[in-house]
T-cell receptor, first 110, second 115 residues
């Protein structure tokens, strides 16, 4: 089983739509969770961290369910500029390592 | 502020040749990471350093791969001899314990093609 699993997509949605991505992780000792964004042929960049209580940053909401080892990202009112690959990232236990999912591709259509 | 700098940006070589990828982390960062990204396997951690010391090289695929960090501002990833299956984008990233969320900052990557 992969340490971090994501639906690869692609998710094709119209502008203004709400879209949700899900991710599961296998290491129950993981303490920190993130979503990174990667534009086509660019490097990954931190989008937001994920807190147990859930957190929101503008149109983006991240949630964590430790019992189910499940992380989600919700994007409301999708923009064309949201088109990218979204990487679910889990800190690997007691180390400083980040384990990346293979990413979910989002294409927002005009 | 300069971000993470990688060179070369693109490398095309023939099977059997030695390849050296270079990375300059963000000044003041004490962690440096080397990743490889392919369509099939996504982003894989190869090795990481803390204060120039290799901490975990369990992701290095085989003995053909080696990495060094002779000082806080420079690291190399070497492949010798290279094989077509090494074709990928290689990213270097750096981070600091002082950064919120231990955020990792990635360089632009080196796109390696081995013919």
């Amino acid at each position: 089983r992969k340490e971090v699993e994501q639906d690869p997509g692609p998710f094709n949605v119209p502008e203004g739509a709400t879209v949700a991505f899900n991710c599961t992780y296998s290491n129950s000792a993981s303490q920190s969770f993130f979503w990174y964004r990667q534009d086509c042929r660019k490097e990954p960049k931190l989008l937001m961290s994920v807190y147990s209580s859930g957190n929101e940053d503008g149109r983006f909401t991240a949630q964590l369910n430790r019992a189910s080892q499940y992380i989600s990202l919700l994007i409301r009112d999708s923009k064309l500029s949201d088109s990218a690959t979204y990487l679910c990232v889990v800190e690997g236990g007691a180390t400083n390592k980040l384990i990346f999912g293979t990413g979910t591709l989002l294409a927002v259509q005009p | 502020d300069a971000g993470v700098i990688q060179s070369p940006r693109h490398e095309v070589t023939e099977m059997g040749q030695e390849v050296t990828l270079r990375c300059k982390p963000i000044s003041g960062h004490d962690y440096l990471f080397w990743y490889r990204q392919t369509m099939m396997r996504g982003l894989e951690l190869l090795i990481y350093f803390n204060n120039n010391v290799p901490i975990d090289d369990s992701g290095m695929p085989e003995d053909r791969f080696s990495a060094k960090m002779p000082n806080a501002s420079f690291s190399t990833l070497k492949i010798q001899p290279s094989e077509p299956r090494d074709s990928a984008v290689y990213f270097c990233a750096s981070s600091s314990r002082d950064q919120p969320y231990n955020e990792q900052f990635f360089g632009p990557g080196t796109r390696l093609t081995v013919l």
